[in-house]
T-cell receptor, first 110, second 115 residues
Framework: SQELEQSPQSLIVQEGKNLTINCTSS?????LYWYKQKYGEGLIFLMM?????EEKSHEKITAKLDEKKQQSSLHITASQPSHAGIYLC??????????FGTGTRLTIIP | GAVVSQHPSWVICKSGTSVKIECRSL??????MFWYRQFPKQSLMLMAT?????????EQGVEKDKFLINHASLTLSTLTVTSAHPEDSSFYIC???????????FGQGTRLTVV
């Protein structure tokens, strides 16, 4: 089974600063998804990447998928308190099952 | 976007009893739904794939007889935790994609506490 490793596991960032979260797979990905969750609540879909080298942005969040489709990064610019939460990368490897990475807990401090 | 509704959002039950959790796709048909479990401060762990009209596919290590999944219609999948024990206490969440290998929509999750 494919494994997704996220780094860092937790991140504390001062408000207004930029940050990056990484997601690495041991296998080539069919689709890479980024979700945000506040613990104990449902997941909020952020972005989906499928093509090698693809990059997508929404408001202050940018996600990239490398050419080999094994690594993705999520970058937040000028972080705000509303960005706090758990960020999860998920992936399908052609078998249609969406499995998740280890998660990154983001805390924004004033 | 599409809506997936999960019910109940939280439940407390006694050891030995069974609990049923429902997952409904409100505005689209879902031939496949996924059930996840999440422990505190951990990521989501895929438990099983629910297939409409056929048996569910369970991930390795997940007990089929303990976590009964039924996908009786194109808009409803249920997860029944049978003979619940305190170690079954967790956050359970379902998801359904509009189409396979596209964005999956998630329910609100169910917090199960077994006392």
């Amino acid at each position: 089974s494919q494994e997704l490793e996220q780094s860092p596991q937790s991140l504390i960032v001062q408000e207004g600063k930029n940050l990056t979260i990484n997601c690495t797979s041991s296998k080539t990905l069919y689709g890479l998804y980024w979700y945000k969750q506040k613990y104990g609540e449902g997941l909020i879909f952020l972005m989906m990447l499928q093509k090698g080298g693809e990059e997508k942005s929404h408001e202050k969040i940018t996600a990239k998928l490398d050419e080999k489709k094994q690594q993705s990064s999520l970058h937040i610019t000028a972080s705000q308190p509303s960005h706090a939460g758990i960020y999860l990368c998920g992936a399908t490897v052609g078998n249609e099952k969406l499995t998740f990475g280890t998660g990154t807990r983001l805390t924004i401090i004033p | 976007g599409a809506v997936v509704s999960q019910h109940p959002s939280w439940v407390i039950c006694k050891s030995g009893t069974s609990v049923k959790i429902e997952c409904r796709s409100l505005d689209f048909q879902a031939t496949t739904m996924f059930w996840y479990r999440q422990f505190p401060k951990q990521s989501l762990m895929l438990m099983a794939t629910s297939n409409e009209g056929s048996k569910a596919t369970y991930e390795q290590g997940v007990e089929k007889d303990k976590f009964l999944i039924n996908h009786a219609s194109l808009t409803l999948s249920t997860l029944t935790v049978t003979s619940a024990h305190p170690e079954d206490s967790s956050f359970y969440i379902c998801s359904a994609p509009l189409q396979l290998n596209t964005e999956a929509f998630f329910g609100q999750g169910t917090r199960l506490t077994v006392v």
